[in-house]
């Protein structure tokens, strides 16, 4: 059936029209899941599910035993589903080519699926996840689910807390959004959250800030905007706070990477007379349009002169914290300090 999007997807679930094989990956991992249960309930819900349903790790379980269950016969004359999450294909020629011979021919009686959680099979640019991501497409389906768009996840937290009897509106989603990230799940559980505490009423900001779960990047994003303004109380204080959230350094310091290059992109965009949103057309802001707001009002406050010295400071920071045994936290506040004094053009050297 070839490469496919959620909705023909959705159809074929709908029209009991599924293909014999499905390669499942991307960056949603909400959908990816929600979808993987949606065929397996299609196909073996019932009495015969622990019959009929065969489900391996992949990073532990051989090529050639997965496809022996492949080959078995269902139950009572009905559907043999094969759920194998996360074969490392580009571990293995051989794997690939016994793949590929199998999709074939699959039984009559199989569907297969591969589908990839925590493991990102890069089919641009490796030849093996290529081959076999290609195969699937011509025997079966692939489907990519990328992240949604801010637009997208608008609509999905409105809808979702309307038909929970509470109202959300768009821009108080969108603020909800640059509060907890754009993971679909963790936005799901807020909006069942908000909605259970508003009862009716509409969410509010301030709702949303008394019970959504700041996720790391909106912390980031809050050490960033004290960063820009001098606030050196602030600063500290949510670093504090992550250290004692015990989140990994490296993360803490790609995520204040991040914010400053979003600010230095910004700045160039609106440089060369572009409107900052334009940015998300060359770079990958697919579910963050908000990080290209927050940037384009704090870059206001910093030269160029200053976004580059401040990503200078970063990546040092960041060579000292991946080659050298150096306290993490000794490294990162006194990246912090130089970061505070860029930000009030004091020089430090």
Avoid at 96 to 104: A, G
Avoid at 140 to 167: H, N, P, Q, W, Y
Avoid at 198 to 227: F, H, P
């Amino acid at each position: 059936m070839g490469r496919i999007d959620e909705k023909e997807l959705k159809m074929q679930l709908k029209n009991d029209n599924l293909s014999k094989a499905y390669f499942i990956y991307g960056e949603e991992s909400y959908l990816k899941e929600y979808y993987v249960s949606k065929i397996r309930a299609k196909l073996v819900s019932g009495s015969f599910e622990e019959f009929n349903l065969h489900r391996f790790d992949g990073k532990q379980v051989p090529v050639d035993d997965i496809l022996k269950d492949a080959d078995l016969l269902p139950m009572m004359g009905g559907c043999n589903l094969v759920l194998a999450c996360d074969y490392p294909f580009d571990k293995s020629e051989n794997d690939c080519k016994e793949i590929k011979e199998y999709l074939t021919d699959i039984p009559e009686t199989t569907v297969l699926v591969f589908w990839y959680n925590s493991l990102e099979p890069d089919v641009k640019k490796s030849a093996r996840w290529k081959g076999v991501e290609a195969a699937f497409a011509k025997y079966g389906s692939s489907i990519s689910f990328s992240r949604k768009s801010e637009t997208d996840l608008v609509k999905l937290l409105v809808s979702g807390c309307r038909k929970r009897g509470a109202e959300l509106s768009q821009n108080n989603a969108r603020y909800l959004i640059s509060v907890s990230g754009c993971d679909i799940k963790t936005l799901l559980n807020e909006v069942q959250k908000l909605s259970a505490f508003a009862n009716g009423a509409e969410i509010t900001n301030e709702m949303i800030d008394k019970l959504a779960v700041k996720c790391l990047q909106a912390r980031i994003y809050d050490l960033s905007n004290a960063v820009v303004r001098g606030n050196y109380d602030k600063a500290y204080a949510v670093l504090d706070s992550l250290f004692a959230a015990k989140e990994d350094p490296v993360k803490v310091l790609s995520a204040i990477s991040g914010c400053f290059v979003d600010m230095y992109r910004v700045k160039c965009a609106k440089t060369a007379g572009m409107p900052f949103d334009d940015v998300a057309s060359y770079f990958n802001y697919r579910g963050r349009e908000f990080a290209l707001k927050n940037a384009s009002r704090d870059s206001a406050a910093l030269s160029f002169d200053q976004l580059r010295r401040s990503l200078d400071v970063i990546m040092l920071a960041d060579n000292g914290l991946k080659s050298t045994s150096a306290d993490s936290r000794l490294i990162l506040e006194e990246m912090l300090v130089k970061l505070l004094l860029i930000s009030k053009e004091v020089r430090y050297d």
